[in-house]
């Protein structure tokens, strides 16, 4: 789906009470956002963010206890899909005082799904996504950007566009999986911008950047927690021979011409 439609009027915002678990860089750029929004953001996670918290006028709890007390109308889960189930499995769940909405934001789907639906009193909300942006293509808004989303378990609809959470993931192991292994593969060969790139070469370079910007333990996660992704691997390992057995092929035969 897009996150808002050029051709239809914006539907007027509620102001929310937002809750973020983890407050890395996605955590941030999220906060910012919704922070223009005009929501109330608090955060909390196992790094101490307080000081760039209070830079961002954004209460930091370093204990979790009186975040999970503090109202929420969502919380938002922004940790690392290594640690999601850590993460929430040391979280004192029953010291939620309301009916919240979860809402995961990481890059597998069924992943998060299944730990939160296990996790998770039966009276709280999921609503699992992926936003298919980030801080720099976000960084003008989110206007028209493409966001995934799977309504787990939500009794207050609202104005949405479902892909489950099964589809997500096959379509993420192609699309975002596939796009970090090449440019994981790229850096591990060292390609740097040149003096003669072509718009092609400077592609690669992008790509390579945009994966390498990313910590491995997302990469990672990426394949962990994806089902989906092992196979694609594989898909990229035997392409790679064929073509690389096409090439072969080509050259023995021209080598046998020119020996003729």
Not at 133 to 143: A, D, L, Q, V
Not at 194 to 215: Q, R
Request: charged share 20%; glycine share 4%.
């Amino acid at each position: 789906m897009s996150s808002s439609s050029s051709s239809s009027s914006p539907l007027p915002l509620q102001s929310l009470k937002i809750g973020i678990v983890g407050f890395g860089t996605f955590g941030q750029f999220l906060a910012k956002t919704m922070i223009k929004q005009g929501h109330t953001t608090r955060a909390t996670s196992r790094t101490d963010y307080s000081q760039l918290c209070h830079q961002l006028d954004v209460p930091f709890f370093r204990d979790v206890i009186p975040f999970l007390e503090a109202d929420n109308d969502v919380i938002l889960i922004c940790t690392s899909i290594l640690s999601l189930s850590e993460v929430l499995n040391s979280m004192p769940l029953h010291r939620l005082k309301r009916q919240t909405l979860f809402v995961d934001v990481l890059s597998v789907k069924e992943h998060p799904r299944n730990v939160l639906l296990q996790v998770l009193p039966e009276n709280m909300d999921v609503l699992c996504t992926h936003p298919m942006f980030g801080p720099e293509s976000g960084k003008n808004g989110w206007r028209d950007l493409p966001l995934v989303y799977e309504k787990v378990r939500v009794r207050n609809e609202t104005r949405m566009v479902e892909m489950s959470c099964e589809e997500h993931d096959k379509v993420a192991a192609r699309s975002q999986f596939l796009s970090h292994s090449i440019g994981r593969i790229l850096a591990e060969m060292g390609i740097e911008s040149t003096s003669m790139n072509t718009k092609s070469f400077e592609t690669l370079v992008k790509l390579k950047e945009s994966a390498t910007n990313d910590s491995f333990d997302l990469f990672s996660g990426l394949f962990i927690h994806n089902r989906f992704a092992q196979q694609e691997l594989m898909n990229l390992e035997q392409s790679f021979e064929k073509v690389k057995q096409r090439l072969l092929k080509k050259m023995s035969e021209q080598q046998s011409l020119s020996s003729v």
